[in-house]
């Protein structure tokens, strides 16, 4: 536990240090609001994009021999599983928040609230937990990533829904187009059908620098643009915003819960189906390890680009990510030691 506690300490003080070169910059003038949405362009666009990329075209050989060993119909089957329970689960919590919110005056910041309820930092957060969590299986980040997939899926459709009430911003046209389903395609069709997947050809390993470069840009980029946003803000606010705590219980509670009774009804449903190994019991947990983490960054970044209530946004994100520091080692100890009384 006191490992698990020094972990999230750790992880969550390096994401928070990224914050203070926006910070100081903005208060000393040396950029502008308006670097907010730039920089938000080149995050959503740029860099998320490649982190998918990265995430599934790029592998030692002694990871893509561990996926080789699998084969690609249990793959299939896994991945499947995966989408699903992530999927379900991203829209339950959306509900649970439709009910809580329900009358909430405001309906722009309930929007928000909602939108850090539903969507967890799986990324920055969620992959250094799942390798502490499984000893390094590159099986178990797999499974993370398809989490990721799905939040992009969702971030980009009830997510910009949700910032901007506009159902003509969610057109199917619009999502197929968008950069980050773009690359999902892409990086599904390299991964499946490695012969293409010229980031993994002898001789070339240079390439793989470019999706590795950029997507490593991803977390502090977001929390420049925090950092950026936070000076704009008297400190005072920065606890004093009751929905703000609302939305934490929602995501850093509520959401891993009802993660973990979803992903118990699919184990359930599905032991003929998928088998019963330690990498299948990954399937499972890796989204309920995805769902217990802090909020997106994405939800200041994705306010700016919108410009829908990014003060609101970064309020939330920046009191829930704190208190995530205590939440997150407690949920994920219960979640685990619940799971090992599963028969």
């Not at 995966?82 to 999927?87: F, Q």
């Not at 991803?218 to 009751?242: H, N, Q, R």
């Not at 891993?256 to 990954?282: H, N």
């Not at 994705?302 to 080692?329: C, D, H, W």
């Amino acid at each position: 536990m006191s490992q698990m506690f020094i972990k999230v300490i750790l992880a969550i003080a390096v994401l928070l240090a990224f914050i203070v070169p926006g910070y100081i910059l903005r208060k000393i003038n040396m950029v502008d609001g308006g670097a907010k949405r730039a920089l938000s362009a080149i995050l959503l666009y740029v860099c998320q994009p490649a982190l998918i990329i990265s995430s599934f075209c790029v592998f030692t050989d002694e990871e893509w021999l561990v996926i080789e060993q699998l084969g690609p119909v249990a793959l299939v089957k896994d991945f499947v599983i995966a989408a699903l329970i992530s999927l379900i689960a991203m829209i339950a919590v959306f509900g649970v928040c439709k009910l809580v919110f329900i009358k909430y005056k405001n309906r722009d910041r309930a929007n928000i609230y909602s939108y850090v309820a539903v969507f967890s930092n799986c990324g920055f957060l969620g992959v250094p937990f799942i390798e502490i969590l499984t000893d390094g299986s590159i099986l178990a980040v797999m499974y993370l990533m398809i989490f990721n997939l799905v939040f992009a899926l969702v971030v980009w459709t009830l997510g910009v829904w949700l910032l901007t009430g506009d159902r003509h911003n969610i057109s199917i046209k619009k999502v197929l187009l968008n950069p980050s389903i773009i690359s999902m395609i892409v990086a599904l069709l390299l991964f499946f059908v490695p012969q293409i997947n010229f980031f993994m050809f002898d001789g070339v390993s240079e390439l793989q620098i470019f999706p590795e470069y950029l997507s490593t840009m991803t977390a502090p980029l977001s929390m420049i643009i925090v950092g950026i946003s936070m000076a704009e803000i008297p400190l005072k606010e920065l606890f004093t915003d009751g929905g703000a705590y609302i939305a934490g219980a929602l995501r850093l509670i509520a959401a891993p819960v009802v993660t973990f009774i979803i992903a118990l009804l699919f184990r359930l449903m599905c032991a003929d189906f998928l088998g019963s190994t330690p990498q299948v019991e990954y399937v499972y947990l890796a989204p309920v390890i995805a769902m217990a983490m802090s909020p997106a960054a994405t939800v200041v970044a994705m306010a700016e680009q919108y410009q829908k209530g990014g003060r609101t946004a970064t309020i939330a994100f920046i009191t829930n990510t704190l208190l995530s520091i205590v939440t997150v080692p407690l949920i994920l100890m219960a979640v685990l030691q619940l799971w090992e009384l599963i028969p």
